[in-house]
């Protein structure tokens, strides 16, 4: 990139301010600065640092805004300077959204739906640390520790599993711990869990939530 940007003039708005390099799916944050997704993401999700880094502004929502408009300028851009050895990139695959996670949390109220909303949200959290805030934020804590304490409710054991695997690897924030800890009789729920789970990882899994 370094050689290629030597040769070829690249507009400074097609870089992140970040990696310095040109953007392959530029976002904005609520800040009103564009970057790179997975540089940002980067920044903000596996670093844990959640200030902006141009406006030094906490950042207090977490979704990231597409920016369309500048995507198409960088690709027009690159198409027109292929013959300078610019690759054009792709468009990115659309992220997963809130509304897609809280939809499969109102489906897990259905008996039909349980299970296959509790596979797409495991997924979801294992596929990335920005996916397991974002879930984080639309509250599915509450949904998941309401599956594991409704023990007797007729939710099958495979769910309340399913849902304990969740809930431990979303990793909550301390503020998430703190709510999760005033369900009243979650604990004594984990601790049916850890008895009569059917899989030894669930065991564990309850074991660990407990201390």
């Not at 997975?38 to 920016?67: G, Y």
Request: with cysteine; aromatic share 6%.
């Amino acid at each position: 990139m370094a050689d290629l940007e030597n040769e070829v003039e690249v507009p400074r708005f097609f870089l992140c301010p970040i990696s310095l390099e040109i953007m392959k799916d530029p976002v904005t944050l609520s800040t009103g600065i564009t970057y790179d997704r997975d540089t940002i993401e980067n920044w903000l999700f596996s670093r844990k640092d959640n200030v902006c880094p141009v406006t030094k502004q906490v950042v207090a929502d977490i979704d990231l805004t597409p920016n369309h408009t500048l995507r198409r300028l960088i690709q027009s851009w690159c198409t027109l300077n292929a013959s300078s050895g610019v690759e054009r990139y792709p468009t990115p695959r659309p992220p997963i959204s809130k509304t897609e996670i809280t939809k499969l949390l109102k489906d897990l109220n259905s008996p039909n739906h349980q299970m296959k909303s509790l596979t797409r949200l495991k997924s979801i959290v294992l596929e990335s640390e920005k996916n397991k805030r974002l879930t984080e934020s639309v509250c599915a804590a509450d949904y998941l520790s309401t599956i594991i304490s409704n023990v007797n409710s007729g939710i099958t054991s495979s769910s309340r599993d399913e849902a304990l695997y969740i809930l431990y690897h979303i990793k909550l924030s301390p503020p998430g711990l703190k709510t999760l800890g005033k369900t009243g009789g979650f604990v004594d729920a984990l601790t049916c869990v850890m008895q009569s789970a059917s899989s030894y990882e669930a065991r564990i899994i309850s074991r660990r939530n407990i201390s």
